[in-house]
């Protein structure tokens, strides 16, 4: 839970609330596999927020400028989302920003350290992975 509330960019001005990056994320991420964008549904399946808050979160990415909402001609229920320039630009400038904040955490935490949690980490999982 503490993990949650980290946020590498969160003194800069860059810094977006970390749904609406994790629907830009979702967004350009299918947008790359399909010229047709993502559906409202599948942003809200796949990162597990409920429909009210993707309703928000879209909403304020809009008004931003960041993305753009179009009604599927062949199914009207069914609506798409895609980056625009900007959003696509605020998304690469808050991964550059978290990259940032990222990297001097680490450099605190130390390379031992890192290395350390990384193997921990692995090894967690492997015994996840054999529950399975």
Same mark, same amino acid.
């Given at each position: 839970?503490? *993990?949650?509330?980290?946020?590498?960019?969160?003194?800069?001005?860059?810094?977006?609330? /970390?749904?609406?990056?994790?629907?830009?994320?979702?967004?350009?991420?299918?947008?790359?596999?399909?010229?047709?964008?993502?559906?409202?549904?599948?942003? /809200?399946?796949?990162?597990?927020?409920?429909?009210?808050?993707?309703? /928000?979160?879209?909403?304020?990415?809009?008004?931003?400028? *960041?993305?753009?909402?179009?009604?599927?001609? @062949?199914?009207?229920?069914?609506?798409?989302?895609? $980056?625009?320039?900007?959003?696509?630009?605020?998304?690469?400038?808050?991964?550059?920003? *978290?990259? &940032?904040?990222?990297?001097?955490?680490?450099? /605190?935490?130390?390379?031992? @350290?890192? &290395?350390?949690?990384?193997?921990?980490?692995?090894? $967690?999982?492997?015994?996840?992975?054999?529950?399975?």
């Amino acid at each position: 839970m503490r *993990f949650k509330r980290f946020d590498a960019c969160a003194d800069t001005a860059c810094a977006l609330p /970390q749904t609406e990056l994790a629907v830009l994320l979702k967004a350009s991420t299918c947008c790359r596999r399909s010229a047709e964008g993502v559906c409202v549904s599948s942003i /809200q399946e796949n990162l597990h927020i409920s429909k009210p808050a993707v309703s /928000q979160t879209l909403n304020s990415l809009e008004q931003k400028g *960041f993305i753009h909402r179009t009604i599927d001609p @062949n199914d009207r229920r069914k609506i798409t989302v895609t $980056l625009t320039c900007e959003g696509q630009t605020a998304l690469n400038d808050a991964k550059m920003c *978290f990259d &940032k904040g990222l990297d001097s955490v680490l450099e /605190q935490f130390g390379e031992e @350290n890192a &290395k350390s949690l990384v193997e921990l980490i692995n090894r $967690l999982m492997d015994i996840i992975e054999t529950k399975n």
